[in-house]
């Protein structure tokens, strides 16, 4: 949403502080990009390559064109110049514009000036400001308009309404044509020339649909938090998920080192920019926040306090921060909180939730708890790499929701394989039962994904390819009833799912994903 200095649409500059200025486009905002309380009028900004929002004091925001000379001097890489590249090819794609051609008829229609006028008025469209104004109509409705009989000032007609039926049948048209119309009435009380076609302004107005990456609803973004700018980044672990995030983070204009204990999986990111170190201890050192995402609780021990003659981070981890994002007991989370802030560090888990098409399609979610200033650094970040990120309060909280939400996904999975094999069994078409889920309340995206891999399993060899493998959901499983049998809660349908995720693994199922688990239903 734009203040009464900029419209919807205008390509600018914008200055988040402690950052360069940023080329963007002024939009209307997400529902979940809240305006946050400043006595200084503020505008939208939707910033090219990062894909990021942001509220900005209109002190802080420019004009693209008078401020490209002075901003685009200094080098600040792929991802800059692309931004640039977006907001110049936005510009030069505007429609021109053309004078407004009227009939003879219509000129005739038209009020006639004021005596001191020198100009007749003409119209425009313009979009909707804060108050809102009768809607726009193409010249057909006008003209309609000033055909039907005129109403005198002070004298009241008979009917409810001045518009005759060629109105009335104009607007049907209208309606029909501009469903989504928002612009502002034809007025003659603006001198401009020119008239913008409808369509055009109405495409401007509304933001490029980026990759869902707007963050937090409950929480406003800070003005400290800014598009990619002299922050660096760590990250350790680059498999299934950490690959894919690392590679929306470079996407998106940020600074990454990385490191993974098979020194190969490295070798993708290091093409697209990132840089590689030898040790998590060396990246923590070399960078300010740094990610972590493993395979499991002795995964990210080994990184947190070392292993094999190798330093842990937590050697130089002073007055740096650290976020975990894998998977482990609460335990251990607790434990590594308590060793990085003793050693003067933040820590923040930011447990992730989802799987490899969702890390690829930057739709993950980030359940985060610990240190807060830590949780606010790193939003841009989130935004990069997902969809959601919420934030849950003290160390623990996120890893035990993060084990309760693979927990009833773990479940649903053994239930519906056990459903298909049960089908299949008695001869019931199993194409036939997941067209009936879906058309269900139980139709989502993980009964749709995850019962298209059980049929294609039976011909297909390629059909569980892991987008989560199963030996993680497994782990989810076995974690999921320790933290039961801490606060004494039953947990019998996890604890049978747990079984049959067991069994699969024994057959050598653990690396496939997680819909294998079907093949495991069979005696």
């Known amino acids: 949403m734009a203040s009464e200095m900029y419209k919807v649409g205008d390509i600018v500059w914008g200055k988040m ?145 001045d518009e005759g039926p060629a109105i009335k049948k104009v607007k049907k048209e209208v309606k029909q044509e501009f469903p989504m119309s928002n612009v502002t009435t034809l007025s003659p009380e603006h001198e401009s020339t020119d008239m913008t076609l409808l369509k055009d302004r109405l495409s401007e107005s509304t933001p490029e649909t980026p990759p869902p990456s707007t963050g937090l609803p409950a929480y406003v973004v800070p003005d400290e938090v800014g598009i990619p700018g002299t922050m660096r980044f760590g990250f350790l672990g680059l498999g299934i998920m950490g690959g894919n995030m690392v590679k929306n983070l470079l996407r998106s204009g940020h600074k990454v080192t990385v490191w993974n204990r098979t020194h190969s999986k490295c070798e993708a990111a ?109 939003e841009f970040c989130f935004r990069a790499m997902g969809k959601r990120s919420i934030y849950l309060g003290d160390v623990g909280n996120a890893t035990r929701m993060n084990i309760v939400i693979d927990m009833i996904m773990g479940t649903m999975i053994a239930g519906l394989s056990e459903g298909m094999a049960l089908a299949e069994k008695c001869g019931v078409n199993q194409n036939d039962v997941l067209e009936i889920l879906e058309m269900s309340s139980m139709n989502c995206s993980l009964i749709r994904q995850k019962g298209k891999s059980i049929v294609e399993g039976a011909d297909q060899e390629d059909a569980f390819q892991p987008h989560f493998p199963l030996k993680h959901q497994q782990k989810d499983l076995r974690l999921a009833i320790a933290m039961g049998d801490q606060v004494d809660q039953p947990l019998p349908v996890t604890a049978a799912s747990n079984e049959l995720f067991k069994r699969a693994r024994s057959l050598g199922y653990g690396d496939q994903d997680m819909a294998a688990v079907y093949k495991a239903t069979f005696l």
């Open 17 to 161: 502080k402690g950052f360069p200025a940023w080329p963007g486009k002024v939009v209307i905002p997400p529902k979940d990009v809240k305006k946050p309380a400043a006595k200084k009028p503020m505008t939208c900004v939707f910033f090219f390559g990062s894909e990021n929002y942001a509220w900005l004091v209109d002190d802080l925001i420019q004009p693209y064109e008078k401020g490209k000379t002075p901003n685009k001097k200094s080098n600040r890489g792929a991802s800059f110049r692309e931004a640039c590249e977006t907001a110049e090819e936005l510009l030069s794609a505007r429609p021109k514009i053309a004078p407004v051609e009227m009939s003879k008829d219509e000129q005739q229609l038209e009020p006639k000036p004021a005596a001191k006028q020198n100009s007749k008025p003409h119209i425009h469209a313009t979009l909707n400001k804060k108050k809102p104004e009768p809607q726009a109509r193409p010249i057909a409705l006008e003209r309609a308009k000033r055909e039907a009989p005129r109403r005198i000032p002070g004298h009241r007609t008979s009917t409810s309404s």
């Open 270 to 378: 290091v093409a697209s920019g990132a840089v590689q170190k030898d040790s998590p201890a060396d990246v923590i050192a070399a960078c300010d926040i740094t990610f972590a995402c493993v395979s499991d609780s002795q995964a990210i021990r080994d990184v947190v306090f070392g292993s094999n003659g190798d330093n842990g981070i937590v050697s130089n981890v002073t007055g740096k921060g650290f976020v975990n994002m894998s998977v482990v007991d609460t335990d251990t989370s607790l434990d590594i909180s308590e060793a990085i802030t003793a050693k003067g560090g933040r820590f923040l888990e930011a447990v992730v939730t989802g799987s490899r098409v969702q890390a690829e399609q930057k739709q993950l979610i980030f359940l985060a708890s610990g240190d807060r200033t830590l949780f606010a650094d790193c």
